[in-house]
Nanobody
Framework: QLDESGGGSVQSGGSLRLSCIAS????????IGWFRQAPGKEREAVSC????????WYADAVKGRFTIARDNAKNTVYLQMNSLKPEDTAVYYC??????????????????WGQGSQVTVSS
């Protein structure tokens, strides 16, 4: 189970932080991160962290603005989103890929999903 929190509405240039708590399974040999889906668009991978070595990955659209971090003790992953833009508006989904081998996604290969958190950025 993945429980998300955070999200909300901000103006362009603002910041938000998403949290995702994983319960009921371990995160070994997997990756955890976020996808997002804007209205009328496909769900796309945003960022993930490889739980074997802690290495992060970011989509080009968010590189330099978003930061993913993991708290092992709390089994929680965070996505700090800075310099938000209107095009970041979407529902953000926490996701776990158990058989992660370097590519986070596509969505059909994700094993667990969070409930989704709305992020709205106004201009």
């Amino acid at each position: 189970q993945l429980d998300e929190s955070g999200g909300g509405s901000v103006q362009s240039g603002g910041s938000l932080r998403l949290s995702c708590i994983a319960s009921g399974f371990t995160l070994d040999y997997s990756a955890i991160g976020w996808f997002r889906q804007a209205p009328g668009k496909e769900r796309e991978a945003v960022s993930c962290i490889d739980t074997t070595d802690g290495s992060p990955w970011y989509a080009d659209a968010v590189k330099g603005r978003f930061t993913i971090a993991r708290d092992n003790a709390k089994n929680t992953v965070y996505l700090q989103m800075n310099s938000l833009k209107p095009e970041d508006t979407a529902v953000y989904y926490c996701a776990v890929d158990i058989d992660f081998a370097g590519d986070f996604g596509p969505p059909q290969y994700i094993d667990y999903w969070g409930q989704g958190s709305q992020v709205t950025v106004s201009s």
